[in-house]
T-cell receptor, first 113, second 115 residues
Framework: DAGVIQSPRHEVTEMGQEVTLRCKPI?????LFWYRQTMMRGLELLIY????????DSGMPEDRFSAKMPNASFSTLKIQPSEPRDSAVYFC???????????FGEGSRLTVL | AQSVTQLDSHVSVSEGTPVLLRCNYS??????LFWYVQHPNKGLQLLLK??????LVKGINGFEAEFKKSETSFHLTKPSAHMSDAAEYFC?????????????FGKGTHLIIQP
């Protein structure tokens, strides 16, 4: 398996623009997570899905952030409009139920100017 | 409820000397425990995991960790540090089940290897 695949790896955009980050989880994994990592705040859970259904989005900073999982092999995290404080590395991760470990993608580094 | 504490935010060792990264946890369950490593500009990679089998767990790149229930610890060790070990290390505790509310990350330990 190729692992968790994220795109784009790097994104530079201007304030106010829409940003869409994409994730393909490992086949067969029924949980998908979106994390954000910054120097100041470390690793933060934004939202997670189980069987394509959002379970907990309490970590989503505000309404500018939205996430979808239309099928078991694809998820998106959208920021609209983007702001400089959204600059961070966004990680997608997947796992199976039980005590299975979390598998992370390489991350999408977002810079909002 | 559960929590995890990484006792050192930074650890600096010389190349070829032992590494010790400390992790203490608390959990109402019989937890699973993991160590992840993150190299610069990379995602988190699993180093090793404890899931109630052998208490001494061996991982990749010569790392190992020992689960000590009496001390609620899961410290990560390596006999001899290599320059390539310089990275951020995260201790993670997982309760039974697969949801995020069962996963708790430590704040990370930055490992510095001196030549």
């Amino acid at each position: 398996d190729a692992g968790v695949i994220q795109s784009p790896r790097h994104e530079v955009t201007e304030m106010g623009q829409e940003v869409t980050l994409r994730c393909k989880p490992i086949s067969g994994h029924d949980y998908l997570f979106w994390y954000r990592q910054t120097m100041m705040r470390g690793l933060e859970l934004l939202i997670y899905f189980n069987n394509n259904v959002p379970i907990d989005d309490s970590g989503m900073p505000e309404d500018r952030f939205s996430a979808k999982m239309p099928n078991a092999s694809f998820s998106t995290l959208k920021i609209q409009p983007s702001e400089p404080r959204d600059s961070a590395v966004y990680f997608c991760a997947s796992r199976t139920s039980g005590t299975g470990e979390l598998f992370f993608g390489e991350g999408s580094r977002l810079t909002v100017l | 409820a559960q929590s995890v504490t990484q006792l050192d935010s930074h650890v600096s060792v010389s190349e070829g000397t032992p590494v010790l990264l400390r992790c203490n946890y608390s959990s109402s369950y019989s937890p699973s425990l993991f160590w992840y490593v993150q190299h610069p500009n990379k995602g988190l990679q699993l180093l090793l995991k404890y899931t109630s089998a052998a208490t001494l767990v061996k991982g990749i790149n010569g790392f190992e960790a020992e689960f000590k229930k009496s001390e609620t610890s899961f410290h990560l060790t390596k006999p001899s540090a290599h320059m390539s070990d310089a990275a951020e290390y995260f201790c993670v505790v997982s309760a039974p089940g697969g949801g995020a509310d069962g996963l708790t990350f430590g704040k990370g330990t930055h490992l510095i290897i001196q030549p």
